[in-house]
């Protein structure tokens, strides 16, 4: 996938350590939570980001978004119905590792998509229905503003689809865990070991790559909405990990369950602020407290299930009323 600007992450990937990442002039977003330091884009390049967006960028060293290219591919709606409400995101709000939806499409299997996943729940509570456009695997930048590559098969940009039959009254999303490599940290942490220096330097660029993701996202509704946008509810995520050990966790030492935590609550920090550069969107905290792996009533499916670390239908449940405590606030 063609992007115009080289990503933090990419930069990482290609072997450069992180220090090395800010002085050769990786784009990202510093975040005051995770006092993540970032450098500035050329003013060339930032003249053509705002042009692209029309809207300011978070701070004075916020001033790259990345541009997807144009998407012409079709899609088909997980269901057709009314386009009032319609789900954005990743595994999560797919439901994944739960029962699928009934007569389901070839594209609700290839992204594991559940009828017990939270955005069912949410219109039934609201007598509605949804459009659940979520997909496992999906990040903001391959899944949410652009096509996704899902087992060998293109699923169309998640936004594209939520505007095809116009402005949604509502939408949700969960999204960035992929692009914080959560479940590539958690492995490493099963299979080998985790915590270290180096996977700090890491995490912070992927976050750091994650807000400017996501601020071009929510850009895109704002630009597709004529300005005239929907309620955005944007969530972040639950840790599937206490402070407790069962044969769920014992290949994790209590250290790196509580890294695994801290990188949750970092991850958290970085989606929550980006949504005060937008007047429609509102966070929405998840909370698994009690209710942990090893816990006497997990929420999160166990290393033997089909989705690992995935809500089970109880957590799906507590996500969604999250969400509807929200809106009715």
Same mark, same amino acid.
């Given at each position: 996938? +063609?992007?115009?600007?080289?990503?933090?992450? $990419?930069?990482?990937?290609?072997?450069?350590?992180?220090?090395?990442?800010?002085?050769?002039?990786?784009?990202?977003?510093?975040?005051?939570?995770?006092?993540?330091?970032?450098?500035?884009?050329?003013?060339?390049?930032?003249?053509?980001?705002?042009? /692209?967006?029309?809207?300011?960028?978070?701070?004075? #060293?916020?001033?790259?978004?990345?541009?997807?290219?144009?998407?012409?591919?079709?899609?088909?709606?997980?269901?057709?119905?009314?386009?009032?409400?319609?789900?954005?995101?990743?595994?999560?709000?797919?439901?994944?590792?739960?029962? &699928?939806?009934?007569?389901?499409?070839?594209?609700?299997?290839?992204?594991?998509?559940?009828?017990? $996943?939270?955005?069912?729940?949410?219109?039934?509570?609201?007598?509605?229905?949804?459009? #659940?456009? =979520?997909?496992?695997?999906?990040?903001?930048?391959?899944?949410?503003?652009?096509?996704?590559?899902? #087992? #060998?098969?293109?699923?169309?940009?998640?936004?594209?689809?939520?505007?095809?039959?116009?402005? &949604?009254?509502?939408?949700?999303?969960?999204?960035? $865990?992929?692009?914080? +490599?959560?479940?590539?940290?958690? +492995?490493?942490?099963?299979?080998?070991?985790?915590?270290?220096?180096?996977?700090?330097?890491?995490?912070?660029?992927?976050? =750091?790559?994650?807000?400017?993701?996501?601020?071009?996202?929510?850009?895109?509704?704002?630009?597709?909405?004529?300005?005239?946008?929907?309620?955005?509810?944007?969530?972040?995520?639950?840790?599937?990990? $206490?402070?407790?050990?069962?044969?769920?966790?014992?290949?994790?030492?209590? =250290?790196?369950?509580?890294?695994?935590?801290?990188? +949750?609550?970092?991850?958290?920090?970085?989606?929550?602020?980006?949504?005060?550069?937008? =007047?429609?969107?509102?966070?929405?905290?998840?909370?698994?407290?009690?209710?942990?792996?090893?816990?006497?009533?997990?929420?999160?499916?166990?290393?033997?299930? /089909?989705?690992?670390?995935?809500?089970?239908? /109880?957590?799906?449940?507590?996500?969604?009323?999250?969400?509807?405590?929200?809106?009715?606030?």
């Amino acid at each position: 996938m +063609r992007k115009f600007i080289l990503s933090a992450a $990419a930069v990482l990937f290609l072997g450069v350590v992180a220090p090395s990442i800010v002085h050769a002039g990786a784009q990202v977003i510093s975040s005051s939570e995770d006092d993540e330091q970032t450098t500035q884009q050329s003013d060339v390049q930032a003249n053509q980001v705002r042009a /692209d967006t029309q809207t300011q960028t978070p701070d004075q #060293n916020d001033q790259t978004i990345t541009q997807p290219p144009n998407q012409t591919e079709s899609d088909t709606q997980t269901q057709t119905v009314s386009q009032a409400y319609v789900a954005l995101g990743d595994s999560v709000a797919a439901g994944a590792g739960l029962a &699928p939806p009934t007569n389901g499409t070839a594209q609700d299997a290839v992204c594991d998509r559940s009828r017990l $996943a939270y955005p069912q729940l949410i219109a039934q509570e609201r007598q509605t229905t949804v459009t #659940n456009l =979520a997909c496992s695997g999906a990040k903001v930048d391959e899944g949410l503003y652009d096509q996704q590559d899902r #087992n #060998n098969t293109v699923v169309p940009a998640q936004i594209d689809r939520a505007f095809a039959n116009g402005t &949604p009254d509502l939408i949700t999303i969960t999204i960035g $865990a992929n692009d914080a +490599r959560w479940t590539q940290f958690i +492995r490493d942490c099963y299979v080998f070991r985790c915590g270290s220096e180096f996977d700090d330097a890491r995490a912070k660029v992927y976050r =750091a790559d994650l807000r400017v993701e996501l601020y071009y996202a929510l850009s895109q509704i704002e630009q597709l909405s004529g300005n005239n946008p929907p309620a955005v509810l944007l969530s972040g995520y639950y840790t599937p990990f $206490a402070d407790l050990s069962c044969v769920e966790t014992n290949r994790v030492t209590t =250290a790196e369950q509580t890294w695994l935590k801290g990188q +949750r609550d970092q991850l958290n920090q970085a989606i929550q602020s980006v949504v005060p550069y937008f =007047a429609f969107a509102q966070y929405v905290p998840l909370d698994f407290s009690g209710h942990e792996l090893c816990s006497s009533d997990p929420w999160v499916q166990d290393i033997q299930d /089909d989705a690992p670390f995935h809500p089970t239908a /109880d957590g799906q449940a507590s996500i969604a009323q999250s969400f509807l405590t929200k809106l009715e606030n």
